[in-house]
């Protein structure tokens, strides 16, 4: 179930709020504490859907200054006007939660711990000690400092299901987004979802629209598969979208989502057990390589995984970067005998650059702060390397941007300068995000022939798919739900 938090600030942008919550919501919160001269009769009454009401004090982050005494109170009003769940807080007063927990009440109880720091060692114990309190469900909230703070959570929720306690488990903060998709569909009585941007309560927490919409976290779900993006950052990654529509049009019930990966071996050894598939991005293309059990020979030659594959002997990487390239290239030119200049030497450059290799391009590899990097992915493609503040001095037939420099935020910036570009020559711009980027934008002004990154993207998640779950879809689907999302996103 998703619940929408309504955080007013007053009683009429309360009542517009629940009404555009309506048909996201499965449970509305009212934040009392952030809505100022609230009619409580009011608001209950203006959704036939449940509600939870809530009176948080600023120890627990919210914004109620009151007393301990009037915040029970309001509690118990709550109770009386017909709410069907009102939220008490484990830092409640034992000689004022222990009498509220024991009354007759029509209303259901969340008992609730929040730690707005870091997810404790002793979480095991306390959710022990919440199970013998007689709330109706239980709430335990921590912040991720790392990714694998939320396997501490998905373990308690498995404990739950065991116990036959009702319980949510979130974490939050970037690294504990993931948990509030996951949480549901591990049994979670709830995720919390805002309204929209701006309106969250709590830090990572994501939208209802993405959580009902694109994570599907209210669909039903026998059995399922966990799919995702990891990288450092991801939050630029299209992925969430286009493979959770993908897994919509086969009517698949598997998920993806974005990990934000610190520690890659860390991460690694606690998930593992969760997911079937991964898509790899920066930094880590080169460095997973070495956690496989197996990588294919392509990705072994060109020295860079994108996509990592559980199949039965273990974990197996792939490269459909080099094969999205190539697809998106070939369209517009013969590789053959062409000069072709590729802008950085990352992941990305090394599998574009072996595919342009392979197709007997004549090929100059630039480098900026990182020289050896440069020359080392050079020897390896057969290639000349120059600095890239002198790569407009190359004559280029085509010229392929592999460095992230041009990527939202920072749209303003180029790769080269546009004096270097001509009528005629083949520009062709990893970058898929922002949808037009400046290089391609310029390439356009003086007569290019121009490649989206757009086209490498789809072309090589569409193989991912396929390489996953051997499924195939169309890529022109694929490509307008990319460009929609991107659209959106301005």
Not at 118 to 132: N, R
Request: some cysteine.
């Amino acid at each position: 179930m998703i619940c929408i938090p309504i955080v007013g600030p007053t009683q009429y942008k309360s009542l517009e709020d629940i009404a555009a919550a309506e048909p996201l919501a499965d449970i509305l919160e009212l934040r009392l504490d952030l809505i100022t001269d609230y009619d409580l009769e009011a608001l209950l009454a203006a959704s036939k859907k449940p509600f939870i009401v809530t009176n948080r004090t600023k120890r627990e982050g919210g914004q109620f200054s009151g007393s301990e005494e009037e915040r029970i109170e309001t509690l118990k009003h709550a109770m009386n006007a017909g709410a069907e769940y009102v939220d008490i807080e484990t830092s409640t007063p034992k000689e004022l939660l222990k009498p509220f927990l024991e009354s007759d009440r029509k209303s259901k109880v969340i008992l609730s711990y929040h730690n707005f720091t870091d997810t404790p060692e002793v979480i095991d114990h306390l959710y022990e000690l919440m199970c013998g309190m007689p709330a109706d469900i239980l709430k335990i909230v921590t912040y991720a400092r790392d990714i694998t703070n939320n396997i501490v959570l998905f373990n308690l929720l498995h404990r739950s299901k065991k116990d036959g306690k009702k319980l949510i488990a979130l974490c939050m903060g970037e690294k504990g987004e993931i948990s509030r998709i996951l949480s549901p569909l591990l049994g979670g009585f709830l995720t919390f979802g805002s309204l929209e941007t701006g309106k969250e309560t709590a830090p990572g927490q994501i939208t209802g629209t993405s959580l009902k919409n694109i994570y599907r976290v209210c669909d039903q779900r026998d059995s399922f598969k966990i799919f995702g993006v990891i990288g450092n950052p991801v939050y630029k990654s299209m992925g969430y979208i286009i493979h959770n529509r993908a897994f919509k049009e086969v009517k698949s019930t598997n998920i993806y989502i974005p990990f934000l990966v610190d520690n890659l071996e860390k991460f690694f050894k606690e998930f593992s057990s969760y997911f079937e598939g991964l898509s790899v991005t920066m930094p880590f293309k080169e460095d997973i390589m070495v956690l496989m059990d197996d990588v294919e020979e392509t990705a072994k030659r060109i020295g860079s995984v994108n996509t990592v594959v559980r199949d039965e002997n273990g974990w197996k990487g792939y490269n459909t970067d080099y094969t999205g390239a190539l697809e998106a290239l070939e369209k517009h030119v013969d590789l053959k005998g062409k000069k072709v200049l590729i802008i950085g030497a990352g992941g990305t450059a090394k599998a574009i650059g072996y595919g342009v290799y392979e197709k007997g391009a004549k090929i100059t590899v630039t480098y900026n702060k990182n020289k050896e990097k440069g020359l080392q992915l050079a020897r390896e493609l057969k290639a000349k390397v120059v600095n890239i503040k002198n790569a407009g001095e190359e004559e280029i037939d085509v010229l392929i941007n592999c460095s992230p420099v041009g990527m939202s935020p920072n749209q303003g910036e180029t790769p080269i300068s546009s004096r270097y570009l001509r009528n005629g020559m083949v520009v062709f711009d990893s970058v898929y995000n922002p949808l037009e980027t400046r290089l391609i934008r310029e390439a356009k002004e003086v007569g290019c022939v121009t490649i989206s990154g757009i086209e490498l993207f789809v072309n090589q998640a569409v193989a991912q798919l396929d390489l996953w779950t051997g499924q195939k879809v169309s890529t022109n689907l694929m490509r307008d739900v990319v460009v929609k999302g991107l659209k959106d996103s301005i």
